[in-house]
């Protein structure tokens, strides 16, 4: 299936800022939709079902936990959404709740409002003006939540999604891992504007999002304080054909564009020098401006504080200006591509550093896994949505919210008590069980096999440990660490080759297996003996020489003998009492 969206207008006429930048960019969409997880719906060639009840619950209790005031009828409406990750050009969302609160560190935090809506396609890849998109999670019902603007730290905002996302797994209807909870960070500074940060996945990266988006924002309002020192003035877009000047350029850029029969357009800048890129590199509007050019499918743009550089020389730098008409050090921008796509990059190029003057512009960017952002498109507005006339209105009625109260799941803090008080683990290693999301199989752990401390041990050290190493820990869910623990607790290895186990099961093979095939089969305790034994009278010398004292240096052959077999306290012991007999005879 593939398609083109059009923006449409609202209910007032309207058409939103977002959808028309989005509608410029002239994308088609490729869908694939796997039979077993697609119907008509996801097509937009059948009318949608009503919405989900059993998603409506969790919502209504989610609302209940954040004390928020749920709305008597929810009415779903149509937020426009053209780049392609909504077949129908618009996602349904509905407000359930407004006005809650959580607190965090003995600071409230507002909840503005709770809404459910639905997933968007997955991404599958991007050629030139082609996306390609998978329907496999279009339509999943999802919970937004919108904080108010209450914090004030890049920490404070990790540990407010982080306690957000422990109530979110405290109704035990939402999965562990990558990208099951998303966080679009919205940030401004004084001065600054509000910018959306979109889609961020991980929370250890809040914190540096934050900060790089407050840099950022910074430079871009010294750099307005500059242009406004020198005077200058939004520059008016006079694209001038550079071709020529740059016939015979060395740069791949330039000639793989003029091979194609495509062109070399430029303008002119001025006022602009040193602030496109500054000496020290903390300025960066030229990044800005090409992040905006690549909207249009270009690579990219060159200009002139980043050149002579790329394959473009200081005889191309005199060309480029002489063609332009400007004098030896002012400011320049060009661009390489088909001819239509080159203009129109170096177009939008010079309205993004024409609105440096003015300070920072409100926009949506999209997370990099470096903690940088790029930019994406304009910060939507209030004309991107209209009423949903497809699906009906749901009536709260205030029996189903008195079920829902009677009903709300233990909060974070009581099992953080409950567990230092049932299994006997360490207060900071309960939080942050909780705060991972690891409370369900750690419990289960712990009650059915009587191993709390080896499960959180497990939980919060081997398993991030594995993940540095390079170990798809993904592969590892409940049901495989419940596997390894039940072969723990039958005898099969001790806990000391825990890691090695899961190492192994991570790679596809079962705890049997993975103990089998390590050779960790646990030893009974003659057979340790004997082999600590013949170890001890080996270094016989060394054990007279040191008495006791040996016991030390002798621990690291033993363990190599019988790591993953005996547990360290016992080996220590029979290493102990072996030392003891060759010395008493």
Same mark, same amino acid.
């Given at each position: 299936?593939?398609?083109?969206? @059009? ?51 969790? +919502? ?234 690549? +909207? ?138 909780? @705060? ?43 049901? @495989? ?105």
């Amino acid at each position: 299936m593939l398609r083109r969206l @059009r923006p449409t207008q609202s209910e007032m006429g309207e058409v939103d800022r977002a959808a028309l930048v989005q509608a410029e960019r002239r994308m088609r969409f490729r869908y694939q939709a796997p039979r077993s997880v697609s119907c008509l719906v996801d097509a937009d060639e059948e009318p949608p079902h009503d919405a989900d009840e059993d998603a409506m619950d969790i +919502t209504l209790t989610l609302a209940s936990l954040t004390h928020a005031q749920v709305v008597d009828e929810v009415h779903f409406m149509r937020k426009i959404v053209i780049d392609g990750s909504n077949t129908a050009g618009f996602q349904r969302t509905a407000l359930v709740a407004v006005d809650g609160s959580i607190e965090v560190n003995g600071k409230r935090i507002a909840i503005q409002s709770i809404c459910l809506e639905e997933d968007a396609a997955r991404k599958v890849e991007t050629k030139g003006s082609e996306v390609t998109y998978r329907l496999d999670r279009l339509g999943i019902p999802l919970i937004e939540i919108a904080t108010g603007p209450d914090m004030r730290t890049p920490e404070e905002v990790r540990e407010v999604a982080a306690r957000i996302g422990s109530m979110l797994r405290a109704t035990k209807r939402v999965k562990r891992g990558i990208g099951t909870i998303r966080e679009d960070l919205n940030i401004s500074i004084p001065g600054g504007a509000r910018v959306e940060i979109k889609g961020v996945q991980e929370l250890r990266l809040l914190p540096l999002y934050v900060e790089k988006e407050v840099e950022r924002q910074r430079s871009l309002l010294t750099i307005q304080h500059i242009l406004n020192e020198r005077g200058t003035r939004p520059e008016t877009i006079k694209v001038v054909d550079l071709t020529n000047a740059l016939k015979d350029c060395k740069s791949k850029v330039v000639a793989a564009a003029l091979s194609k029969g495509g062109k070399v357009v430029g303008v002119a800048l001025l006022g602009f020098e040193g602030v496109m890129r500054s000496a020290d590199g903390k300025l960066r509007l030229g990044a800005e401006m090409a992040q905006h050019a690549k +909207t249009r499918g270009v690579q990219g743009i060159f200009h002139s504080d980043e050149l002579p550089a790329y394959g473009i020389t200081d005889a191309d730098v005199r060309a480029i200006r002489g063609t332009l008409g400007i004098e030896d050090l002012k400011a320049f921008a060009l661009c390489a591509d088909e001819a239509s796509r080159a203009e129109a990059a170096i177009r939008v190029a010079v309205e993004r550093a024409n609105h440096s003057m003015l300070g920072v512009p409100e926009e949506t960017r999209d997370p990099l896994p470096d903690g940088s952002t790029v930019y994406s498109r304009p910060l939507p507005g209030a004309s991107r949505m209209y009423p949903e006339t497809d699906v009906k209105p749901i009536p709260i009625h205030p029996g189903r919210l008195k079920g829902i109260h009677s009903r709300l799941p233990e909060m974070p803090e009581q099992k953080v008590v409950r567990f230092v008080e049932r299994y006997g683990v360490h207060q900071q290693q309960a939080i942050q069980i909780v @705060r991972d999301g690891y409370e369900e199989v750690f419990e289960e752990i712990s009650s059915k096999f009587n191993l709390a401390s080896v499960a959180a041990r497990t939980l919060l050290s081997t398993l991030p440990e594995l993940e540095k190493e390079g170990v798809d820990i993904a592969e590892l869910g409940d049901d @495989r660490l419940l596997e390894a623990f039940q072969e723990l607790q039958q005898g099969s290895f001790v806990k000391e080759a825990m890691s090695s186990v899961l190492r192994k099961m991570a790679e596809g093979a079962s705890a049997k297996d993975a103990v089998k095939s390590l050779g960790l089969q646990k030893v009974d305790l003659s057979e340790a003996e004997s082999i600590i034994a013949a170890i001890v009278k080996e270094k016989e010398p060394l054990v007279r020489e040191k008495g006791l004292a040996a016991q030390g240096p002798l621990m690291a052959p033993v363990m190599e003998k019988l790591r993953g077999k005996v547990d360290g306290k016992t080996a220590s012991e029979l290493l102990k009492s072996e030392i003891s007999k060759l010395l008493a005879s």
